[in-house]
């Protein structure tokens, strides 16, 4: 258990089941809280429900490993599965067994394209005069841990720079890069304004400095496309306020040991515009008929 702010490498793992001495909040618990309701973020929590089950969805594997490739230059996480598909039990249990081990289960089949990919996005970022240079001068999976009114919060970063003057996180997404349409909808959906802003606090409260953040969004089939979106003054701000209200949140409810679900009182709700528009219009074209 960790009882002193600071900067710490550890495995994916050990992160996610908490190593903080008391339960602590993070990005995605922060985007349940202000989302849904604290009950929803309790259930989330590995220390707090003890139910809780950590689930690897084979969605996001693709995406694992190339973090792996792409911010550490290797596929170590990697296990080869040597079957067509999944749907035999012996596939299925060497996934499983994979997944125990902390490796990153793939058909063999769907190795070259991962590859493929991690190469194309490192061409990409080479051909690029960001400055500083994206995922440069650093280190990946960075684990901060601090603490504000008395409750702790933890992150880990897919990528800080030895400086703190960037941080750096990659997405990978089997839609579109474009970052018009990933920065003005996707982002928000996903809660990448609390993530932002959340990251940034870490890093300013552990060493002084208010790091840029930016998004690499990368495309998982070809051509493997990338775009970089970082956000702008309002979508910072929202995200501040958002994760001023769930730092408040966490603090109240880990005091008190209430996690308030839905409100209890009956909602009345009234019929919005466009199911009386739809109405109207039913309606009308049974008169004419």
């Not at 070259?112 to 970022?125: F, N």
């Not at 001023?244 to 209890?264: F, K, S």
Request: hydrophobic share 40%; charged share 30%; with cysteine.
């Amino acid at each position: 258990m960790i009882d002193q702010p600071g900067i710490y490498t550890m495995p994916g793992d050990e992160y996610h089941a908490d190593p903080c001495i008391e339960p602590s909040l993070s990005a995605s618990l922060a985007a349940v809280l202000v989302g849904t309701t604290p009950l929803h973020a309790w259930a989330r929590h590995p220390r707090l429900n003890e139910h809780f089950e950590r689930v690897e969805e084979e969605k996001f594997d693709i995406g694992n490993l190339a973090h792996s490739i792409v911010l550490e230059g290797n596929a170590d996480k990697l296990h080869l599965v040597d079957a067509k598909d999944w749907r035999t039990k012996a596939a299925q249990e060497e996934r499983d067994q994979a997944r125990a081990d902390g490796k990153i289960p793939l058909l063999e089949k769907d190795f070259e394209r991962v590859r493929v990919a991690g190469e194309a996005i490192r061409i990409q970022l080479m051909a690029r005069d960001d400055d500083p240079p994206i995922f440069s001068d650093g280190k990946a999976e960075q684990t901060l841990i601090w603490q504000e009114r008395g409750i702790w919060i933890r992150a880990r970063l897919d990528w800080l720079r030895d400086d703190y003057l960037a941080i750096d996180d990659l997405k990978t997404t089997a839609r579109s890069a474009n970052p018009l349409v990933w920065g003005n909808k996707t982002a928000f959906n996903i809660g990448a304004d609390i993530q932002v802003a959340l990251y940034r606090r870490g890093v300013k409260a552990l060493t002084g400095i208010d790091p840029f953040f930016r998004y690499v969004i990368a495309e998982s089939v070809p051509p493997f496309a990338i775009g970089v979106v970082s956000l702008g003054a309002s979508a910072l701000e929202l995200g501040e306020a958002k994760v001023e209200r769930a730092i408040e949140l966490w603090r109240r409810c880990t005091r008190d040991n209430n996690w308030p679900g839905y409100p209890t009182g009956v909602y009345m709700a009234d019929a919005p515009a466009w199911a009386e528009l739809q109405w109207m219009e039913q309606d009308a074209e049974v008169v004419l008929s």
